[in-house]
C-alpha cells in the first residue's frame, strides 16, 4: 500500500507543481475515504454537479471528448468536470457513481493517520513541492483540529481550477457499459424491467460487473451458476449440449418468464460448493435486472433481454485470473473441461454477434 501511495503522491507532485500542504492532504484524504463526506440525497448530489459545471468558464463544445479521470489510488479517481456537451450529458450519470462510491466506500482514521507520517517522510526528504518544516507546521495543525475533510489551497485553485468527484475507478473502467445502461433505464418505460444479460468467457469479469452495476443502479443481479443442473440429474452427454449443465427450464420459469410480466420472483439457488439447493430467494422486481454467467444468451434466453453484454480476455490473462481466484486449484480442471465447453458454446451459437457492446477487459488487471 506504502509503495502504491508513494508513487500516487510523486505523480500528482510532478503534474501539479503549485502543490500545498492541504492539496496533498485533501489527496490522502480522498485517497483513504473517497467521497463519503459527500454522501447524501442522489437529487441534491445531482443538483450541485449541475450548479457546478454551469458555472465553469468558457462553456465551448468539446465534441469527441469524454469525461477526463485521474488515478489517486486505493481503487479510486478524480473524474474531471471540464466544459462541453460530452461532460453534461454524463452528469446523472456522475452522480450516481459519486453516491454509489459513498455508499460502498469505508475509510479507517488509523490507516489516514500512517499515511499522513509518509506525507511528513516523503516532504523532509525534499521529494515534494514544500518543505519539512511547512509539512510539519501544517499537519500539527490539522491533527490537532481533528483530521476533518480539508479544501484545496488557493495556489492550487488559482493554476488548476479544480472541479472534479470521487469515485471508484473501476466504474471508469466499464464506463462503456454504465453509459448505455444509464441511457437505455431512461428511456424504458415498459411496466416490466429491462432486462440485461453479461455473458461471456469465464474470467471476463461477469460477476464483477454485475457487482458495480448493483451499486450504481439499485438492480436485481441473477447468475447463472445458481441454475446449475445437479450432476446426478445431467444428461450422459451433457458436455456435447451447449448449456447442458444449466437448468434452462428452471431459469425460464423462475426468474425470466416472472421478470418479463413484472412479477415477483422465487427461485432456489444450488450451491456448487455444498451440491445442493439452498433455501427458496424471493426478490422483488426492481426497474433493471441483470442475468450473469457464462450461457446467460443461450438461445433459449437470449429473446428476453433488451441488452446483451460479451466480455472477454486473453487466454493467459484468463489462466491467471483463475489461478489466483481458486489458489491455484481449479485451473487444471477449467483447461480441461470448463473452458472448452464454454468455447464450443460462444462459437456454436455465435455469442459475440448478438451483443451489443463487445468489452475486452485483459487491461483491467484490478477490475474484473
Same mark, same amino acid.
Given at each position: 500500500?506504502?509503495?502504491?501511495?508513494?508513487?500516487? $503522491?510523486?505523480?500528482?507532485? #510532478?503534474?501539479?507543481?503549485?502543490?500545498?500542504?492541504?492539496?496533498?492532504?485533501?489527496?490522502?484524504?480522498?485517497?483513504?475515504?473517497?467521497?463519503?463526506?459527500?454522501?447524501?440525497?442522489?437529487?441534491?448530489?445531482?443538483? #450541485?454537479?449541475?450548479?457546478?459545471?454551469?458555472?465553469?468558464?468558457?462553456?465551448?463544445?468539446?465534441?469527441?471528448?469524454?469525461?477526463?479521470?485521474?488515478? $489517486?489510488?486505493?481503487?479510486?479517481?478524480? $473524474?474531471?468536470?471540464? &466544459?462541453?456537451?460530452?461532460?453534461?450529458?454524463?452528469?446523472?450519470?456522475?452522480?450516481? !457513481?459519486?453516491?454509489?462510491?459513498?455508499?460502498?466506500?469505508?475509510?479507517? #482514521? !488509523?490507516?489516514?493517520?500512517?499515511?499522513?507520517?509518509?506525507?511528513?517522510?516523503?516532504?523532509?526528504?525534499?521529494?515534494?513541492?514544500?518543505?519539512?518544516?511547512?509539512?510539519?507546521?501544517?499537519?500539527?495543525?490539522?491533527?490537532?483540529?481533528?483530521?476533518?475533510?480539508?479544501?484545496?489551497?488557493?495556489?492550487?485553485?488559482?493554476?488548476?481550477?479544480?472541479?472534479?468527484?470521487?469515485?471508484?475507478?473501476?466504474?471508469?473502467?466499464?464506463? &462503456?457499459?454504465?453509459?448505455?445502461?444509464?441511457?437505455?433505464?431512461?428511456?424504458?418505460?415498459?411496466?416490466? &424491467?429491462?432486462?440485461?444479460?453479461?455473458?461471456?468467457?469465464?474470467?471476463?469479469?461477469?460477476?464483477?460487473?454485475?457487482?458495480?452495476?448493483?451499486?450504481?443502479?439499485?438492480?436485481?443481479?441473477?447468475?447463472?451458476?445458481?441454475?446449475?443442473?445437479?450432476?446426478?440429474?445431467?444428461?450422459?452427454?451433457? !458436455?456435447?449440449?451447449?448449456?447442458?449443465?444449466?437448468?434452462?427450464?428452471?431459469?425460464?420459469?423462475?426468474?425470466?418468464?416472472?421478470?418479463?410480466?413484472?412479477?415477483? $420472483?422465487?427461485?432456489?439457488?444450488?450451491?456448487?460448493?455444498?451440491?445442493?439447493?439452498?433455501?427458496?430467494?424471493?426478490?422483488?422486481?426492481? &426497474?433493471?435486472?441483470?442475468v450473469e454467467g457464462s450461457y446467460s444468451l443461450h438461445s433459449d434466453f437470449r429473446s428476453f433481454f433488451d441488452y446483451r453484454v460479451f466480455l472477454t480476455c486473453l487466454p493467459n490473462v484468463q489462466q491467471r485470473r483463475i489461478f489466483l481466484r481458486s489458489d491455484g486449484k481449479r485451473l487444471h480442471d477449467f483447461l480441461e473441461r470448463w473452458i472448452p465447453a464454454e468455447e464450443r458454446y460462444l462459437e456454436e451459437m455465435k455469442i459475440g454477434d448478438l451483443c451489443d457492446l463487445i468489452l475486452d477487459t485483459s487491461g483491467f488487471e484490478d477490475f474484473a
Amino acid at each position: 500500500m506504502e509503495e502504491e501511495l508513494t508513487e500516487v $503522491i510523486l505523480w500528482h507532485s #510532478r503534474a501539479y507543481p503549485h502543490m500545498k500542504p492541504a492539496d496533498y492532504v485533501k489527496l490522502l484524504y480522498q485517497n483513504e475515504f473517497g467521497c463519503s463526506h459527500f454522501l447524501g440525497d442522489e437529487g441534491q448530489n445531482l443538483d #450541485r454537479l449541475q450548479n457546478e459545471f454551469y458555472s465553469l468558464p468558457e462553456q465551448q463544445e468539446n465534441a469527441g471528448r469524454g469525461p477526463r479521470m485521474e488515478p $489517486i489510488g486505493n481503487e479510486l479517481c478524480r $473524474i474531471f468536470l471540464e &466544459p462541453g456537451p460530452q461532460t453534461e450529458e454524463f452528469l446523472p450519470l456522475l452522480s450516481r !457513481m459519486q453516491s454509489a462510491t459513498a455508499r460502498t466506500y469505508e475509510g479507517n #482514521r !488509523m490507516r489516514f493517520q500512517k499515511k499522513l507520517s509518509l506525507l511528513r517522510k516523503m516532504a523532509a526528504k525534499g521529494q515534494l513541492t514544500v518543505g519539512g518544516e511547512e509539512m510539519d507546521a501544517f499537519l500539527s495543525r490539522y491533527v490537532s483540529s481533528g483530521c476533518e475533510p480539508v479544501g484545496h489551497s488557493p495556489e492550487y485553485r488559482k493554476y488548476y481550477s479544480p472541479h472534479y468527484r470521487v469515485v471508484k475507478a473501476a466504474y471508469y473502467a466499464y464506463l &462503456p457499459v454504465f453509459k448505455d445502461v444509464m441511457q437505455l433505464t431512461a428511456s424504458h418505460h415498459a411496466p416490466r &424491467p429491462l432486462l440485461l444479460a453479461l455473458d461471456g468467457r469465464c474470467g471476463s469479469g461477469k460477476s464483477y460487473l454485475a457487482g458495480l452495476l448493483r451499486e450504481v443502479f439499485g438492480c436485481n443481479v441473477f447468475h447463472i451458476d445458481d441454475f446449475y443442473v445437479p450432476p446426478e440429474r445431467r444428461d450422459p452427454d451433457w !458436455m456435447k449440449q451447449p448449456g447442458g449443465n444449466i437448468d434452462r427450464e428452471r431459469l425460464l420459469k423462475e426468474v425470466l418468464l416472472p421478470l418479463r410480466e413484472g412479477r415477483k $420472483i422465487r427461485y432456489c439457488p444450488y450451491s456448487c460448493q455444498k451440491g445442493t439447493m439452498l433455501p427458496p430467494v424471493e426478490v422483488e422486481p426492481k &426497474p433493471l435486472a441483470v442475468v450473469e454467467g457464462s450461457y446467460s444468451l443461450h438461445s433459449d434466453f437470449r429473446s428476453f433481454f433488451d441488452y446483451r453484454v460479451f466480455l472477454t480476455c486473453l487466454p493467459n490473462v484468463q489462466q491467471r485470473r483463475i489461478f489466483l481466484r481458486s489458489d491455484g486449484k481449479r485451473l487444471h480442471d477449467f483447461l480441461e473441461r470448463w473452458i472448452p465447453a464454454e468455447e464450443r458454446y460462444l462459437e456454436e451459437m455465435k455469442i459475440g454477434d448478438l451483443c451489443d457492446l463487445i468489452l475486452d477487459t485483459s487491461g483491467f488487471e484490478d477490475f474484473a
